[in-house]
């Protein structure tokens, strides 16, 4: 199983990035695919997921109406476009896979990680 997110780093405020996730070893189509962030000293935050089955999304608070999560089944890839960013967006970006078809956000309900990609969002 492999997922390789890219598309990270710096930008300055009120920009975008679009961040994507490969995948490959498992099958995209069965499986939640979610987005987390890391900073600094912080936990580990669930950003946003979805349900390949059936396209149901779930944003955190912090990014709603300004992250969109989309997934590619035919390329086993799913996206994180993120608009507006703000400083407290900068953390190292990791798309995770679960096999529990519905909307998962505890980090401990994915089997599957990636190694991260840094987002630094400049003032």
């Not at 990270?8 to 987390?36: D, K, N, P």
């Not at 990014?63 to 900068?90: C, H, Q, W």
């Amino acid at each position: 199983v492999q997922l390789v997110e890219s598309g990270g780093g710096l930008v300055h405020t009120g920009g975008s990035l679009r961040l994507s996730c490969a995948t490959s070893g498992f099958t995209f189509e069965y499986y939640t695919m979610g987005w987390f962030r890391q900073a600094p000293g912080k936990e580990r935050e669930a950003v946003s997921c979805i349900v390949n089955s059936d396209g149901l999304t779930y944003y955190g608070d912090s990014v709603r109406g300004r992250f969109t999560i989309s997934s590619d089944n035919a390329k086993n890839t799913v996206y994180l476009e993120m608009n507006s960013l703000k400083p407290e967006d900068t953390a190292v970006y990791y798309c995770a896979a679960s096999t529990m078809a519905i909307v998962v956000n505890p980090p401990a309900l994915y089997e599957h990680w990636g190694q991260g990609t840094q987002v630094t969002v400049s003032s």
